[in-house]
């Protein structure tokens, strides 16, 4: 994709006229130039065929402006589904941050499909933690739910810090397409 498809993205241009032939393991292995000629309006975009295969117990968030809030998702046998806000609350929104490597203190519970309704099953019902669990599937859970989805739980963390080099996706409307950004010096 070209010319903006996925939105104008902000701040520093770091790679123009990119060149891969198609086997490099990053970006960063095709030849490009680092001066450019560029205006955010021509930001790169990918669509990516393959579906990524979850593992159990891992979760997603969807939805969101950047990868730090969304619509929370799990992984359970194979499958994304979502959370249902029922009994959804701060230590719940806060524990999700932390199973996701983000910042928790001041973790945002959001409810009603606030970033969007999901699809597939749902998979956790009636979630309850205490904040000091690492992981949602640790957490007191109900697997059989009474909800709809637009019930949908969410949530918003503290920002993320990036690595130098790191390459995100981002205003795609799936997790395998969106405008590419990549960290450097700290910056996306």
């Not at 393991?25 to 030849?31: E, G, I, P």
């Not at 029922?86 to 996701?100: E, F, H, N, P, S």
């Not at 309704?117 to 009474?146: A, K, M, Q, R, W």
Request: with cysteine; hydrophobic share 35%.
């Amino acid at each position: 994709e070209f010319e903006g498809s996925f939105g104008a993205g902000a701040g520093p241009i770091h790679m123009d006229n990119v060149d891969c032939v198609g086997d490099e393991s990053s970006l960063f292995n095709c030849s490009f130039t680092a001066d450019h000629n560029c205006n955010h309006f021509e930001d790169a975009g990918v669509t990516c065929g393959l579906e990524i295969q979850c593992e159990d117990g891992a979760i997603r968030l969807v939805g969101g402006d950047d990868e730090t809030q969304g619509r929370v998702e799990v992984c359970s046998l194979g499958f994304w589904g979502t959370v249902c806000d029922d009994l959804w609350g701060v230590d719940d929104a806060a524990v999700a941050c932390k199973q996701l490597g983000l910042e928790y203190t001041g973790a945002v519970a959001y409810g009603s499909a606030y970033f969007g309704v999901g699809s597939g099953p749902i998979v956790l019902d009636n979630v309850g933690c205490t904040g000091n669990e690492s992981s949602l599937f640790d957490c007191v859970y109900s697997p059989t739910h009474n909800c709809a989805h637009f019930e949908d739980a969410g949530v918003s963390c503290g920002s993320a810090s990036c690595n130098d080099r790191d390459v995100r996706l981002v205003n795609g409307f799936t997790d395998y397409e969106g405008r590419v950004e990549m960290c450097l010096n700290g910056v996306w």
